[in-house]
C-alpha cells in the first residue's frame, strides 16, 4: 500500500482533489498551510509535487476530523532496517492507547525518509498520552541512526483535520 502527500493553499488542492472523486482525500490544516494526505494500491499518485511513501505498518483506520502528528525522521541507510524492526515492534503497543483512531510507519520513497503519524480524536488526548510511561517507550528518534548532516534532522509536524466543504 502507497500514501501520497502534499501541501497548498486549499484552494489549489481542492481542484486538484476535486478531479479525482474516488480516492478518499484528507485534508489537514496548519498555520496557514493546508496538507492533503491519501493512501492507495498504485504506487503512482495523483500529485504532480509532493511526497510518495511505502506503507510498512498500519493501525486504525483514518478518520475526517481529529488532531494529527508527524514524526519525520531521516536514518542512515545502514541503520534503515533495524529502526523499520524497532517501530514495528512498538506501534502495536499503541493499539489500545485511548483517543487514538489510527497510526501509520511510512518511508519515503527513494530515500530513508520515515514518517510515524498518528491520529488522534482531539489534541487533548495527544497531550495525554505525551505524559504516560508508555510515550516514553514510544522515543522513535531515538531509535534511529541518525544522519550526520545537521539539515536532515527529525522534526515533528501537527494537523488539525479539516472538514470537506
Given amino acids: 500500500m502507497w500514501a501520497f502527500m502534499t501541501t497548498g493553499t486549499t484552494n489549489v488542492l481542492k481542484n486538484i482533489t476535486d478531479s479525482h472523486p474516488n480516492i478518499d482525500f484528507y485534508f489537514m490544516k496548519k498555520a496557514g498551510s493546508t496538507l492533503v494526505y491519501y493512501e492507495d494500491n498504485r504506487k503512482k499518485g ?29 536514518v542512515m ?9 524497532q517501530v514495528k515492534k512498538r ?12 497510526a501509520r510507519l ?26 504516560s510511561d508508555l510515550f516514553k517507550q514510544m522515543d522513535f528518534q531515538n531509535m534511529a541512526r541518525l544522519p550526520a548532516y545537521f539539515a536532515e534532522r527529525p522534526f515533528t509536524s501537527t494537523y488539525i483535520m479539516m472538514a470537506e466543504e
Avoid: C
Fill in 46 to 74: 495523483v500529485f504532480v509535487s509532493g511526497r510518495n511513501f511505502e506503507i510498512l505498518e498500519t493501525y486504525g483506520a483514518l478518520d475526517k476530523t481529529g488532531f494529527v502528528h508527524m514524526e519525520n525522521i531521516p
Fill in 77 to 85: 541507510e545502514d541503520g534503515a532496517a533495524v529502526f523499520e524492526d
Fill in 91 to 102: 506501534l502495536p503497543l499503541l493499539e489500545h492507547t485511548d483517543g487514538l483512531n489510527a
Fill in 106 to 131: 511510512l518511508k519515503q520513497k527513494k530515500s530513508n525518509q520515515y514518517v510515524i503519524l498518528t491520529q488522534w480524536k482531539t489534541e487533548q488526548y495527544y497531550i495525554s498520552w505525551q505524559r
